[in-house]
């Protein structure tokens, strides 16, 4: 066989290798983010009615939706708006203990959902990016309200938080179980289904997928911006955490003088509830994974219990700033 040909062959097979992952990696990022999330009928959400809160609906440019919490009784009222960033979900609906929480403690709170979850519109959530996005916005809605603004956000919407205070100077920011980048999240996320080196193989593909999807924003490192920034940030990390372990956390990652960082022990991907709540969050995934559909007797509130240490850190390090 003339080297020509046999070029030609080893050429034509790893285009059709390339192919081939390229396809497995978008269909890996569809299943993740190709669709909506919207509320789960088997779970019990609590509202502003339920925690005493005031809530006013906002709505942003390109059908993102929110609402502007408060606590109308509250004694102490403090100069400034936090906004809150939820992470992947039905969106800042699965946070309103944690919101209401902040809201007592003097701050109003914003929370935007994303496009494709929940209150706001969009046939799907496109990507990692589009929280940050949603973010930026955010950010730009608070800052009619006051000029200190505070971004808190968790998991997906902590790496919101990171990158958005790159592009929009804020106050103060606190970012818990924040991954670093989408190639690498899209790692750590794959690798607890398949196995782990194909996810190892597949990850510069999705960062193909974002770079085509968003520019080159689309694989924002958190963990970089964080540290560029400068803006005073508060990195929180659950110590058992598999969803975002220490390979793809910003937490592992993140140095700089404007940089604290606070490891929970014995806590995984929610730090801020205690670790009987954890628990039992677990079992309610565990339950519902298994097809059981009646959750009536469940205790939410005891599984949405905060922890009154890592919350308090978290106030007390906004209140500095």
Not at 98 to 120: H, M, P, Q, T, W
Request: aromatic letters at 10%; proline letters at 3%; a neutral charge.
């Amino acid at each position: 066989m003339q080297p020509s040909i046999i070029a030609i062959i080893v050429v034509a097979a790893a285009l059709f290798v390339f192919a081939l992952l390229m396809v497995f990696a978008l269909v890996c990022d569809r299943m993740a983010f190709g669709r909506r999330y919207e509320l789960n009928k088997n779970l019990k959400y609590f509202t502003a009615e339920d925690l005493g809160l005031s809530a006013q609906p906002v709505s942003l440019s390109g059908g993102l939706n929110g609402v502007l919490y408060s606590c109308g009784e509250c004694a102490e009222k403090k100069d400034g708006v936090i906004v809150f960033c939820h992470g992947m979900g039905p969106g800042h609906i699965a946070y309103t203990t944690e919101i209401a929480y902040f809201c007592k403690a003097g701050y109003k709170v914003f929370a935007a959902d994303s496009r494709g979850c929940n209150l706001s519109e969009g046939a799907d959530i496109k990507g990692m990016y589009s929280g940050v996005k949603t973010a930026v916005e955010a950010v730009d809605f608070a800052r009619s309200i006051s000029e200190n603004i505070y971004l808190i956000g968790h998991s997906w919407g902590a790496y919101s938080a990171l990158c958005a205070s790159y592009e929009r100077k804020v106050s103060a920011v606190v970012a818990i179980s924040a991954p670093d980048t989408p190639a690498k999240t899209g790692r750590c996320a794959a690798g607890r289904f398949i196995s782990k080196p194909v996810a190892l193989i597949l990850q510069p593909f999705w960062w193909l997928v974002n770079i085509f999807r968003y520019g080159a924003k689309g694989n924002a490192d958190a963990a970089r911006r964080a540290e560029k920034n400068g803006t005073p940030t508060l990195i929180i990390h659950g110590d058992k955490d598999k969803v975002v372990n220490a390979s793809c956390g910003v937490y592992y990652r993140a140095e700089g003088m404007n940089i604290s960082k606070l490891l929970v022990s014995g806590r995984a991907h929610n730090p801020y509830n205690t670790a009987e709540a954890e628990a039992r969050l677990k079992e309610l995934s565990a339950s519902i994974a298994g097809g059981c559909t009646d959750c009536s007797d469940f205790d939410f509130k005891a599984a949405t219990e905060e922890d009154e240490e890592v919350m308090r850190a978290i106030t007390d390090f906004i209140d500095k700033y």
